[in-house]
């Protein structure tokens, strides 16, 4: 287990802050030792549920190009068909996965091949399983072209408490199966849009982790 880039520096800001907190209230209220011992649990516990969402555990590649795997550590809230009009332009089954801010929030590739498409959207905040969320909250579209010509679209979905999305990728790289491609802070969605005739493998409500739970099967 590893702690993820985008929180390393902020998480020695805390330190510094919350050291300097306890330090500074040693000097102000000597002898109030109850007090003292609350304001460092505080910290620490504080200082746990930060370090425990930029948490990065390592995984085993996945390699099979039959299978969707989920980009993402959290819940199944979305399986449905959908018109996907920002690029594909076609119905597809779409899943959802939600990212509460529990969950690691490492961004994995479903599948492996070259970005074929990608576009940065700026938009609301609205809470991550609101309908309209998947187009009108800040949000990234991804679309993989597979090796054999397939492709599927990935979508980073900005929720209300989530306010950054970072994306690693550009149009025309690579990305591989259970790699890391992006990163959301704070509780989120990701969209993954796959053809209709995909064997759908999850099922509402179940929790998935990032590039080992299987979401479907391509024909």
Same mark, same amino acid.
């Given at each position: 287990? /590893? ?21 500074? /209230? ?54 449905? #068909?959908?018109?996907?009009? #920002? ?17 690691? @929030?490492?961004? %994995? ?11 940065? @959207? ?15 909250? #800040? %949000?990234? /579209?991804?679309?993989? =072209?597979?090796?054999?010509?397939? =492709? ?5 979905? $900005?929720?209300?408490? $989530? ?34 005739? $995909? ?13 080992? /739970?299987?979401? $479907? =099967?391509?024909?």
């Amino acid at each position: 287990m /590893t702690i993820h880039k985008e929180g390393r520096k902020l998480l020695f800001l805390m330190l510094v802050i919350l050291t300097a907190i306890n330090l500074a /209230t040693h000097q102000l209220m000597p002898g109030q030792e109850t007090a003292l011992n609350l304001i460092l649990l505080g910290s620490i516990i504080i200082y746990l549920l930060v370090l425990q969402f930029f948490r990065n555990p390592t995984i085993a590649l996945p390699d099979d190009e039959s299978i969707v795997y989920a980009p993402a550590d959290g819940k199944v809230v979305v399986i449905e #068909e959908s018109e996907e009009e #920002e690029y594909l332009k076609k119905r597809c089954k779409q899943i959802s996965i939600f990212m509460s801010p529990i969950n690691v @929030h490492v961004n %994995r590739s479903p599948v492996s091949g070259f970005v074929e498409y990608f576009k940065y @959207h700026p938009g609301k905040y609205l809470v991550a399983w609101h309908p309209k969320s998947s187009y009108e909250n #800040e %949000r990234t /579209t991804m679309v993989i =072209k597979q090796p054999n010509g397939g =492709k599927l679209l990935v979508r980073q979905i $900005a929720g209300a408490v $989530a306010r950054r999305i970072k994306n690693y990728v550009k149009e025309g790289g690579p990305v591989i199966q259970g790699g890391e491609f992006g990163f959301i802070k704070f509780g989120s969605r990701v969209d993954v849009f796959v053809p209709l005739d $995909a064997e759908i493998l999850v099922d509402i409500n179940q929790k998935t982790k990032g590039g080992i /739970t299987p979401l $479907a =099967k391509l024909k």
